[in-house]
Nanobody
Framework: QLVESGGGLVQAGDSLRLSCAAEDLTFVRYTMGWFRQAPGKERELITTIDKSGDSTFYADSVKGRFTISRDNAKNTVSLQMNNLKPEDTAVYYC??????????????????WGQGTQVTVSA
């Protein structure tokens, strides 16, 4: 399972860091990613990191502001979010795909989800 922490209420321009701890899975065999879902919108992929941590993907909406990282020794993946905007307001979900063959993760291929954590950015 995946256990998320972080999130909260911040002002535009502020930073937040989300963390996700993996339990009871062989972490190094999973591509990890973060999705988010705003009210009334579909869940969207915003970033992924491959098993080794050498390759990352970012959606255009967060590129240059968000950074994903992983620590395979601690079975954790983190999302550093800088220069937050009101449109970043959403529930953020950590996700894991086993032995992924592509850089992006499709919802249908996610093997494990975090419980979700709310990020609210005020103007």
């Amino acid at each position: 399972q995946l256990v998320e922490s972080g999130g909260g209420l911040v002002q535009a321009g502020d930073s937040l860091r989300l963390s996700c701890a993996a339990e009871d899975l062989t972490f190094v065999r999973y591509t990890m990613g973060w999705f988010r879902q705003a009210p009334g919108k579909e869940r969207e992929l915003i970033t992924t990191i491959d098993k080794s941590g050498d390759s990352t993907f970012y959606a255009d909406s967060v590129k240059g502001r968000f950074t994903i990282s992983r620590d395979n020794a601690k079975n954790t993946v983190s999302l550093q979010m800088n220069n937050l905007k009101p449109e970043d307001t959403a529930v953020y979900y950590c996700a894991a795909e086993f032995e992924a063959t592509t850089q992006t993760i499709e919802i249908a291929r996610v093997d494990f989800w975090g419980q979700g954590t709310q990020v609210t950015v005020s103007a």
